[in-house]
């Protein structure tokens, strides 16, 4: 490999400058989840720039560039996602949002970069290659399960099929040429839940001719929380937050019904498929106890990131030779965020891990901030990632 990495840092400088313009680019006309019709453009005329086979509008706005090398071989998939979010950028940064209301804050627009980066370095390196290189560009990460949409349109298993996945996730708060990395669970699961509480109405002043459906919601947020704390195992992480609450019209009436929703973030699966019934339990005996009815809908969101401990193993080691000793943190805990890169985990092994781009020059903030800066120059390092890994996995000869 060691021919090869040398290889890498040369053609990963040569792009470095373009890979910075094109994020800018992306910066300033960010585009919100499965309305990137201007980005998906723009990919697509770069890769097809690079003479890379180039499907387009996959679930929408995706796309996908194919690189196939010398030699039949194996087939690894790079991802990058598009969206932006509706943030208001205040970086006050030259070329920030063009698009009010409208905010790359997530990074994606430096994930899009780096990627198209590691494509023209792969395209120089084609000769190199055995077996394929797929670039997926995925739509509607921020909520909308963009990856999903583009596993159901094929891109996992049409021709050539895809064997492993890597993606990189920005961190500005991570010193650059740092990565973050874990085997196993990386990201929670992020599932919601909405629930009515349904009592009587009546008057404030006759509590007994109703059934209060605010005092029985107090009692049911109060024992939901013995989910957490008392009937899933404490070495387990899980969160169950009540996010919304909505009731009543006036300071004299008790009203018929509380609407309340919130999201449950956690990582084992198994605990996952006894979440809802063991909610339901407690929302059943609770409100039973008061007279009271209820409606409740568990609604499963993103899986949990699951880092495959082979594949992840092998970008350590890449990444030890392309960033240099002490660059690459454990980390010792996985992050309740949660990443629909997971479901291209869920069909084949692969690793998703950060990249810390935190500023130089200004205090940094976390993501999906107004204020979400980077340092640009530590992107250099995601496009020598991205390359490596596929290099690696396909087996590349030095
Ligand atoms: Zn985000
Ligand atoms: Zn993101």
């Known amino acids: 490999m060691g021919t090869i990495v040398s290889l890498i840092h040369q053609e990963a400088e040569k792009v470095l400058s373009d890979v910075i ?28 720039d690079l003479g890379l086979e180039v499907r387009r509008n996959v679930a929408t706005t995706g796309v996908v560039g194919l690189v196939r090398g010398r030699e039949k071989g194996r087939t690894i998939a790079l991802r990058a996602d598009m969206d932006a979010l509706p943030v208001e950028e205040n970086t006050g940064l030259p070329f920030a949002s063009r698009n009010a209301g409208v905010m790359h ?13 590691a494509a023209m370095v792969l395209a120089n390196l084609r000769e190199r290659i055995r077996g394929s290189v797929k670039f997926i560009f995925q739509p509607g990460e921020e909520g909308y399960a963009g990856a999903r949409q583009m596993i159901e349109e094929g891109v996992l298993d049409e021709e050539p099929r895809i064997e492993a996945a890597f ?23 992020a599932d919601v839940f909405m ?10 002043a006759l509590p007994h001719k109703s059934v209060d459906p605010i005092l029985v919601s107090g009692h049911v947020i109060t024992a939901l929380q013995a989910v957490a704390s ?19 019209t006036a300071m004299s009436i008790i009203p018929e019904r509380v609407e309340m929703s919130g999201t449950v973030r956690l990582f084992d699966a198994k605990l996952r498929e006894s979440m809802p019934s063991m909610m339901e339990e407690i929302i059943r005996g ?29 970008v350590r080691s890449v990444a030890q030779e392309i960033l240099g000793p002490g660059r690459i943190w454990e980390l010792e805990r996985p992050r309740m965020p949660s990443e629909d890169f997971s479901y291209f985990l869920e069909r084949v092994p692969g690793t998703f891990a950060l990249l ?8 940094p903030v976390p993501s999906h901030n107004s204020k979400y800066a980077i340092d640009e120059a530590g992107l250099l390092a995601g496009v020598k990632l ?11 000869e030095a």
């Open 386 to 396: 991205h390359a490596a890994v596929a290099l690696r996995f396909l087996g590349a």
């Open 167 to 189: 993606a990189l996730h920005l961190d500005p708060l991570v010193p650059s040429n740092t990565l973050c990395i874990r085997k196993g669970p990386i990201m929670a699961c």
């Open 21 to 48: 313009r094109i994020r800018r680019e992306f910066h300033s006309y960010p585009e919100l989840s499965f309305q990137e019709f201007r980005t998906s453009e723009k990919i697509a005329a770069c890769l097809d």
């Open 286 to 314: 609770v409100t039973a106890a008061f007279g009271a009815t209820y409606d409740f809908a568990y609604v499963p969101g993103y899986p949990a990131t699951i880092n495959d401990g082979k594949f992840t193993e092998m």
């Open 195 to 204: 629930l009515s509480i349904i009592g009587k109405g009546g008057h404030g």
């Open 356 to 363: 810390g781009v935190r500023p130089t020059d200004r205090e």
């Open 230 to 248: 008392r009937q899933v195992n404490p070495m387990e992480a899980v969160v169950l937050s009540i996010c919304t609450i909505h009731a009543g």
């Open 105 to 117: 804050a997530c990074g994606h627009d430096g994930h899009m970069a780096m990627l198209l980066g």
